[in-house]
T-cell receptor, first 114, second 115 residues
Framework: AQSVAQPEDQVNVAEGNPLTVKCTYSVSGNPYLFWYVQYPNRGLQFLLKYITGDNLVKGSYGFEAEFNKSQTSFHLKKPSALVSDSALYFCAVRDDTGFQKLVFGTGTRLLVSP | NAGVTQTPKFRVLKTGQSMTLLCAQDMNHEYMYWYRQDPGMGLRLIHYSVGEGTTAKGEVPDGYNVSRLKKQNFLLGLESAAPSQTSVYFC??????????????FGAGTRLSVL
């Protein structure tokens, strides 16, 4: 079965510094990978996805993600963090068994300090 | 431009009581989902629907029932609430065409406490 792992419960970074939120995946075929963000008291919002093609995927709010097949990773990155980026971030993979639903990771809380 | 709307936003139940959570989407999406979110466990799929009149079990369906009588609505029912069902519930929907299928749009959530 497809799965993703987010090894860090929380990531702390100072405003203006680069940030990385880690995700590794396990799939039986081609990976279809996603990042979602959840702001306090809100539902999840789509950030970006990797289906095929360029290993560097650009998304909303200045975020990007790097797909690395050899390391089975899909880390979320941003060159310069903002305090407003503080939120809960979820990595997800499409489950290709039967209906193609998404399988989410456990989430990583990003805290950006001023 | 409402998107996905969930009602109610908050609810407190006593053990054994029943309730229905309503999800409505105005994007003409074929697919709809119910998730629960618990600390340290991410989102877990309860039930989903691939179209009007169809539903299917997800990862954690026990204790829940669903119905999709209209394309725009997806109802989640708890027949006899238990404290283990204390959680935040999210509804989501997604479109049909190609890779757009997997971009899910979420409601703001329903926070449920079962005492």
């Amino acid at each position: 079965a497809q799965s993703v792992a987010q090894p860090e419960d929380q990531v702390n970074v100072a405003e203006g510094n680069p940030l990385t939120v880690k995700c590794t995946y396990s799939v039986s075929g081609n990976p279809y990978l996603f990042w979602y963000v959840q702001y306090p008291n809100r539902g999840l919002q789509f950030l970006l996805k990797y289906i095929t093609g360029d290993n560097l995927v650009k998304g909303s709010y200045g975020f990007e993600a790097e797909f690395n097949k050899s390391q089975t990773s899909f880390h979320l990155k941003k060159p310069s963090a903002l305090v407003s980026d503080s939120a809960l971030y979820f990595c997800a993979v499409r489950d290709d068994t039967g209906f193609q639903k998404l399988v989410f990771g456990t989430g990583t809380r990003l805290l950006v300090s001023p | 431009n409402a998107g996905v709307t969930q009602t109610p936003k908050f609810r407190v139940l006593k053990t054994g009581q029943s309730m229905t959570l309503l999800c409505a989407q105005d994007m003409n999406h074929e697919y709809m989902y119910w998730y629960r979110q618990d600390p340290g466990m991410g989102l877990r799929l309860i039930h989903y629907s691939v179209g009007e009149g169809t539903t299917a079990k997800g990862e954690v369906p026990d204790g829940y029932n669903v119905s999709r009588l209209k394309k725009q609505n997806f109802l989640l029912g708890l027949e006899s609430a238990a404290p283990s069902q204390t959680s935040v519930y999210f509804c989501a929907s997604s479109g049909l065409a190609g890779e757009l299928l997997n971009i899910q749009y979420f409601g703001a959530g329903t926070r449920l406490s079962v005492l």
